[in-house]
């Protein structure tokens, strides 16, 4: 199974850009990044996937190297909403296997 | 989107006891659900994945005969905590996958299960 690794906490004001790094440099060629985000003591919540292009929907904008070793999550307009824990994670075999993942506190 | 609900929410039992947890797809119909755990400032920790019709297929130190899992239809899985115990004290988590090219894995609210 592929590796993540993400900064264990971010911080970022309420109204600016968030701009998480995942970096999954063991990815294999046919394998998705996924992320996800858990607010406390929830489901976590579908976000956006990507194989090799860069996407965006309503939610963020996935931005990955074209080496695909890392990406990045942007979420453009933070809100106090988006506080969470963000996880990035690569999909094999359908299976998702979850790092720590990083904790997002949007400040006022 | 797709949604996922789960029952019930919260459940307190004794050691002992068994307790079920459903898991519903409510809006599509999926084919592979997930069972996942996780303990108090952890990550979630794939139990066990399920296809519908088929026996679930468990991660390595995950005992089958505790944790039974059923995924009697396309849109309902269970799982079935046996002779629980206090370590078995955690927040359960299904998901399920839709039947696109990307199997895009959809998760419930979770529950939140002690055990006395």
């Known amino acids: 199974d592929a590796k993540t690794t993400q900064p264990p906490s971010m911080d970022c004001a309420e109204g600016r850009a968030a701009n998480l790094p995942c970096n999954h440099s063991t990815i294999s060629g046919n394998e998705y990044v996924y992320w996800y985000r858990q607010i406390h003591s929830q489901g976590p919540q579908y976000i956006i996937h990507g194989l090799k292009n860069n996407e965006t929907n309503e939610m963020a904008s996935l931005i990955i190297t074209e080496d695909r070793k890392s990406s990045t999550l942007i979420l453009p307009h933070a809100t106090l909403r988006d506080t969470a824990v963000y996880y990035c994670?690569?999909?094999?075999?359908?299976?998702?296997?979850f790092g720590q993942g990083t904790r997002l506190t949007i400040n006022p | 989107g797709a949604v996922v609900s789960q029952h019930p929410s919260r459940v307190i039992c004794k050691s002992g006891t068994s307790v079920k947890i459903e898991c519903r797809s409510l809006d599509f119909q999926a084919t592979t659900m997930f069972w996942y755990r996780q303990f108090p400032k952890q990550s979630l920790m794939l139990m066990a994945t399920?296809?519908?019709?088929?026996?679930?297929?468990?991660e390595q130190g995950v005992e089958k005969d505790k944790f039974l899992i059923n995924h009697a239809s396309l849109t309902l899985s269970t799982l079935t905590v046996t002779s629980a115990h206090p370590e078995d004290s955690s927040f359960y988590i299904c998901?399920?996958?839709?039947?696109?090219?990307?199997?895009?894995?959809?998760f419930g609210p979770g529950t939140r299960l002690t055990v006395l």
């Open positions: 399920s296809n519908e019709g088929s026996k679930a297929t468990y």
């Open positions: 994670t690569p999909q094999g075999a359908q299976k998702l296997v």
């Open positions: 998901s399920a996958s839709s039947p696109s090219a990307t199997d895009t894995q959809y």
